[in-house]
């Protein structure tokens, strides 16, 4: 069964921190590019950040780059959001998705308040 699941959100005051991971099951998770995506409430979903398949380049939106990264662990088949410095803009449901195979997560709760 083709999976993603994602874990690590909460609830955060505005200047913190968070991990996000990314479990993947049922593909060769280390042959795809892989992506996190967002949405906050009545807004579109967006892309925030996306690896390639060996992890050795990497996409951040604007609105994240200095304060988050993404990384992956082939070896145990799971993609990473490191999130710093977090704002309450960052408060959204986040997504992971394997685009090649159009599988999506079921999405972590991030929220940033104080």
């Known amino acids: 069964q083709l999976q993603l699941v994602e874990s690590g959100g909460g609830l955060v005051q505005p200047g913190g921190s968070l991990r996000l991971s990314c479990a993947a099951s049922?593909?060769?998770?280390?042959?795809?590019?892989m992506r996190w995506y967002r949405q906050a409430p009545g807004k579109e979903r967006e892309l925030v950040a996306a690896?390639?398949?060996?992890?050795?380049?990497?996409y951040h939106a604007d609105s994240v780059k200095g304060r988050f990264t993404v990384s992956r662990d082939n070896a145990k088949n799971t993609m990473y959001l490191q999130m710093n410095n977090l704002e309450p803009e960052d408060t959204a449901v986040y997504y992971c998705?394997?685009?090649?195979?159009?599988?999506w997560g079921q999405g972590t709760q991030v929220t940033v308040s104080s």
């Open positions: 998705h394997a685009p090649t195979r159009d599988i």
């Open positions: 049922g593909f060769t998770f280390s042959s795809y590019t």
């Open positions: 690896i390639t398949s060996a992890g050795n380049n990497t």
